[in-house]
């Protein structure tokens, strides 16, 4: 199975400050189709995951542009120019690219 | 409006079985992809199964292979996770994914507690 290793697990951030989250894949997740299956997931305390970037930098509907995912191969970045009250909670990168699709173990993103 | 509305969880003794099911409201199931995730908190979010759009080959985890069965009910927009010979490990929360990989739409359920005890 594909590891995916995130970085770090915990993230406390002052209001507008930015962060930044690292996701590392123990194989490279490009697809037989050419596409790059990487996601990004936010689980705000209490709900469900809710994805809000797919194919390693596009964005899904009603989320805000302060977020941004890049990278290649097997190195992937989530980042959030300014960090705002409503983003904490534990972010997770997922690739779908190789059966069984897996997930990051979670970075917590702590308002400080 | 879009929404996925999982039921049929509950408590079950190791060994036993039950039945899953997601109903979907605004969208059609066969047009995207649907899974099965579960949640714990030492495992994190695990994929259980997954069927593809437009296809009829299912994935299955090599943890549930074999226990688990995933079926689609296109007339009613519904997919349903049968889990039997259940383990203490089975234990979570299971959700609902359905969505494309290509465009922005993903959507996941509120979740259903499995738990399996004695």
């Known amino acids: 199975d594909v590891v995916m290793t995130q970085s770090p697990l915990s993230l406390p951030v002052s209001l507008g400050q930015p962060a930044s989250i690292s996701c590392r894949s123990s194989q490279g997740l490009v697809h037989s189709d050419g596409n790059t299956y990487l996601s990004w997931l936010q689980q705000r305390p209490g709900q469900s995951p809710r994805r809000l970037i797919y194919k390693v930098s596009k964005w899904d509907s009603g989320v805000p542009d302060r977020f941004s995912g890049s990278g290649s191969g097997t190195d992937f970045t989530l980042q959030i120019s300014r960090v705002e009250a409503e983003d904490a909670g534990v972010y997770y990168c997922?690739?779908?690219?190789?059966?069984?699709?897996?997930f990051g173990q979670g970075t917590k993103l702590e308002i400080k | 409006q879009v929404h996925l509305v999982e039921s049929g969880g509950g408590l079950v003794k190791p060994g036993g079985s039950l039945r899953l099911s997601c109903a979907a409201s605004?969208?059609?199931?066969?047009?995207?992809?649907v899974g099965w995730i579960r949640q714990t908190p030492g495992r994190g979010l695990e994929w259980v199964s997954y069927i593809g759009r437009r296809t009829t080959t299912i994935h299955y985890a090599d943890s549930v292979r074999g226990r688990f069965t995933m079926s689609r009910a296109s007339a009613l927009n519904s997919v349903d996770l049968q889990l039997n010979t259940l383990r203490a490990e089975d234990t979570a929360v299971y959700y609902c994914?359905?969505?494309?990989?290509?465009?922005?739409?993903?959507?996941w359920g509120p979740g259903a507690m499995v738990t399996v005890s004695s």
């Open positions: 994914r359905s969505g494309s990989w290509q465009d922005a739409f993903d959507i």
């Open positions: 605004g969208f059609t199931f066969n047009d995207f992809y």
């Open positions: 997922m690739q779908g690219t190789h059966w069984p699709y897996t």
